[in-house]
Structure formats: C-alpha cells, structure tokens
C-alpha cells in the first residue's frame, strides 16, 4: 500500500485497503472471484467491485468474506497505523485493563476493539484473590500459564493446583475459576479460544 493511514482512516482509505486485502488473499490462495463467491455467499459481482475499491460492503459482508478465508473480521480489516503492521500494546496503557479490583487485576493482551478468536489476558491474583466466572460460549476453552505463585483451577467438578512453569487447559463452557492458594501474588498468562 502507497500510502500511510492514520488511527483513523478515510472512507476512501477503507475502501482501498479491503480491496487490495481480498484480492491479495484471493489471488494468493490461487482462488476465481467465482470460488470465492461460492465459498463466501457473497456475489461475484459484490467481491469485483469491493476488489475496485468501488463498493463499500456492509458488515455482513465483509464477515461473510473474512469466514470464508478462515478468518475473524478483525484480522481480516485490520489496518496498518501509520504504516505499521506491529502493534504494539504498552505496559502502562491503562485502557487495556480490563479489570481492577481488590482479588485480581486483569490486562488484555490482544487488542482490542477487534472480533476475534482468541484472546490474550495478564493475571494478577493478589492473596486469596480469585477470578471467577460463569460457562463461556460453547466449546471455549482457556489455556493458563503460571508465572508466579501457585494457583488452583476449576472446570466443571475438576480442579488441578498449579506452581509456578505449569500450564493447563480447560472447558470454559462451563463454571470455572482461577484462585491464589500461594502466600503472595500470582501471575498468570491467560488465553482464551473460541469456536
């Protein structure tokens, strides 16, 4: 792409991004406009002109061509900011915390705003501190990594203690938690998938 787009992009910019997006995915998977209609749902004629950057598709669309390339509707937009294609979350950006309290602080990882398939979260559970929560979509599933203190975790009518290097994963489509059982505080890496 020629040029820079800011956080904020133009319309035009949009437009002209998803265009040489699909056809980079299309052609790099050797795809017709035809396949990819069938594959997607969408028109033939639809995907040639968003291919022009002369269509400006609704959501619907654009979800329906992202699924059909196997991917989320953020990943298949995201944009590069300011010609970047790292983005890059800071320790200290505070609109990543998603959570504050006084058992545990929750960071997203991943960033946000975006649909996505997984997501990316920083744990810390202070002393006693617990984070619990109820069943998740069908067939989610969350994969921890301890790297600090000892935890015990919860999945269903299962449980396994956790010290510090363990991992596990677990149904989270289904009551689950994560409770300190060590003396200070403990940090995990948490990552959720959804199917």
Known sequence: ?????TAKPTAEALNQHLGQR??????GRGWSLDALARL???????ISEIERERANPTLAVTV???HAFGMGLGEFVELPVDGQRIRVIRA????????????????TL????????????????????????????????????????EVEVHSGDS???????DSATYPADVAHAICN???????????????
Do not use: W
């Open 110 to 149: 991943s960033p946000l705003g975006l649909e996505k398939d997984v997501e990316f979260y920083e744990l810390r559970l202070r002393p006693g501190g617990a984070l619990r929560s109820e069943a998740h979509f069908v067939g989610t599933r969350e994969f921890l990594v301890v790297q600090r203190g």
């Open 159 to 165: 449980s396994q203690r956790l010290a510090m290097g």
């Open 40 to 46: 997607s749902g969408v028109s033939r004629s639809m």
């Open 181 to 195: 059982v060590g003396v200070g505080e403990a940090l995990a890496f948490l990552v959720a998938t959804y199917r």
């Open 1 to 5: 792409m020629s040029e820079n787009l």
């Open 22 to 27: 699909l056809k980079h995915l299309r052609q």
């Open 92 to 107: 200290d950006d505070e609109a990543q915390v998603f959570s504050d309290d006084s058992s545990c602080r929750i960071r």
């Open 64 to 66: 329906r061509i992202a």
